[in-house]
Nanobody
């Protein structure tokens, strides 16, 4: 079993920054990617950023140039640095870990990010 623990969410003013962390633990044998989704109230869960292990990173258009995803290999932790935050970035942010076998994707419990003055 795999567990993902997110941290770093909170309340921030527009233009501010936050860094989210996602620590993976448990029976981790082969990881294809880790990344972040977000879900605002009344909306679907949307992809934010993906880090493909041994490969590239991808970002959704609405965060390009503002958010950055990175990884600490030694601690199986992925980070999401969020700069120039906007009120529309307010959402619950979910970390995921992609593996090549069922269940294919594990999810964290989510961390709330609120951008408001």
């Amino acid at each position: 079993q795999v567990q993902l623990e997110e941290s770093g969410g909170g309340l921030v003013r527009p233009g501010g920054s936050l860094r989210l962390s996602c620590a993976a633990s448990g029976s981790i044998f082969s990881v294809l990617a880790m990344g972040w989704y977000r879900q605002a109230p009344g909306k679907e869960r949307d992809p934010v950023a993906t880090l493909i292990f041994g490969g590239s990173t991808t970002y959704s258009d609405f965060v390009k140039g503002r958010f950055s995803i990175s990884r600490d290999n030694a601690q199986n932790t992925v980070y999401l640095q969020m700069n120039s935050l906007k009120p529309e970035d307010t959402a619950v942010y979910y970390c995921y870990l992609q593996v090549p076998t069922r269940p294919y994707r594990y999810w964290g419990q989510g961390t709330q990010v609120t951008v408001s003055s």
